[in-house]
């Protein structure tokens, strides 16, 4: 069975026929059309890239990105199209939901237009704002009109400049108030950067038709919490100024948990049989919370998740297995291919609210022997145990198909960051 993903097969058609590489070394770039495109698939789902890790095996082995020009053209190049999130420790800011709302439930959030109306509610936005008569006013898909812009070059360390003339953008939401006008991009999917051109097309189309000053804002939605990001580009004509202007977070929920409520579940579980499952790799635990919540409306086939969410292929592969093996999803195949699905227990689990919720999936962890004597270890001790001390317990309890000294490295690397995310929780 190939690894390729159907945007790589009809990539590499699309390469060959056009000798895109050959124009982009020799010219710079190579413009090509939806209609192109659609002799071998979707343009929407050709050329909607938003993070990185989506990029196609031919765009990221040779570092370039696709931006729309028109409303059917595009154009490939060596772009600097991407930015990295922040690093973000903020502490949380508790918010509070209106008594009397009653259509809108803060522990079930199936999408990001909830997302955003529980932040209107709550007052977060306001907040972030710092402006407390804000009205909600365009959103959605328009037309881009006309303008130019300039835009990194990673081959060359140099700019290239770009015409758009109709494109199509899209807003999630726009709050104006008294002072500014905010642009909003958000996001349920967890994820280590973003396209830039989601906040910078509508940025520009704005920045032309009102006086007041326009505000990109990035608002990411997962477990429980609102991570909001502000930028501004240095230079509005260049695409590649961005830069971080405030990050906060916000939750509706309590955020408080102590380490008694840590040492409550780990002393009170049960233990569990090993699952005969790979022991997981995959170290970011958020990450597994993101991809059951993703999982919460409907099950996700292997392939969606690679394409639409921030994961590549191997990342799938290892972060479903690593929600498997905790109990949280079930696997199944279809004529399809293959679909994960919540299973009971990831259900009851997401249902929690925020306190219980972090302390079940604490539960879930502590449940497998391996990880609860290391973090017995770690609260003895007062330091995170070596990563040699955790493969000795590894080791000492086996490990289902692990048998290199390489591979058991690699694993207790996730134990260490596992435990090190229970840890976190403690905020008292």
Same mark, same amino acid.
């Given at each position: 069975?190939? +690894? ?17 590489? &050959? ?19 979707? =343009? ?6 938003? &993070?990185?890790?989506?990029? =196609? ?10 931006? =729309? ?8 190049? &060596? ?22 709302? *009653? ?13 955003? /109306?529980?932040? #209107? ?13 804000? #009205? ?31 494109? *199509? ?11 500014? $006008? ?18 910078? @097309? ?7 038709? !009102? ?5 990109? !804002? ?21 695409? %590649? %100024?961005?830069?971080? !202007?405030?990050?906060? +977070? @916000?939750? #509706? ?13 780990? +002393? ?11 022991? =997981? ?8 919370? +993101? $991809? ?26 290892? @972060? ?37 919720? *972090? ?8 449940? &497998? ?33 692990? *048998? ?18 229970? #840890?976190?929780?403690? /905020?008292?």
């Amino acid at each position: 069975m190939s +690894n390729k993903s159907l945007n790589d097969e009809a990539w590499e058609k699309l390469f060959e026929k056009y000798d895109i590489l &050959h124009h982009v070394e020799t010219d710079g770039f190579f413009n090509i059309s939806a209609a192109q495109i659609k002799d071998y698939r979707e =343009p929407r789902l050709m050329a909607k890239f938003d &993070h990185t890790v989506n990029l =196609p095996k031919l765009f990221a082995e040779n570092h370039l990105a696709i931006l =729309p020009i028109t409303r059917g053209d595009y154009v490939i190049s &060596h772009f600097d199209a991407y930015h990295s999130f922040e690093e973000n420790d903020e502490p949380i800011i508790q918010v509070s939901m209106p008594s009397y709302i *009653q259509s809108l439930d803060y522990n079930h959030i199936p999408s990001e237009a909830i997302a955003l /109306n529980c932040a #209107v509610a709550t007052g977060i936005i306001a907040d972030f704002m710092e402006d407390d008569n804000i #009205v909600a006013t365009v959103s959605g898909r328009m037309g881009s009109g006309d303008f130019s812009f300039y835009i990194g070059d990673t081959k060359s360390g140099g700019t290239r400049q770009i015409d758009v003339s109709n494109s *199509q953008i899209e807003i999630d939401a726009a709050y104006e108030g008294i002072e500014s $006008l905010a642009l909003f991009e958000a996001k349920r999917d967890l994820s280590e950067d973003f396209l830039i051109r989601q906040l910078y @097309y509508p940025f520009r189309v704005w920045k032309s038709r !009102i006086m007041k000053p326009v505000r990109p !804002i990035f608002l990411v939605y997962s477990n429980g919490i609102y991570r909001m990001y502000e930028y501004a580009f240095e230079d509005e004509n260049n695409y %590649s %100024s961005l830069k971080l !202007i405030k990050l906060r +977070n @916000y939750s #509706v929920e309590d955020t408080a948990i102590s380490a008694a409520d840590i040492q409550d579940v780990l +002393n009170s579980g049960e233990i569990e049989e090993e699952p005969k499952i790979s022991f =997981p790799q995959a170290d970011t635990f958020e990450r597994i919370i +993101n $991809l059951c919540e993703l999982a919460q409306e409907h099950s996700l086939f292997h392939q969606d998740i690679t394409e639409q969410y921030a994961f590549d292929a191997r990342q799938t592969d290892y @972060y479903t297995n690593a929600a498997r093996y905790l109990g949280l999803l079930e696997k199944h195949a279809e004529e399809k291919g293959t679909v994960y699905s919540l299973s009971i227990s990831g259900k009851k689990i997401l249902n929690l609210n925020y306190k219980q919720r *972090q302390l079940a999936f604490c539960r879930c962890i502590l449940s &497998h022997r391996i990880f609860n004597k290391v973090l017995r270890l770690y609260f003895r001790c007062g330091v995170m145990p070596s990563k040699n001390e955790v493969v000795a317990i590894m080791k000492e309890f086996g490990v289902y198909r692990v *048998q290199s000294d390489e591979t058991f490295e690699r694993r207790a690397s996730t134990i260490k960051s596992w435990i090190n995310w229970i #840890v976190s929780l403690i /905020n008292e």
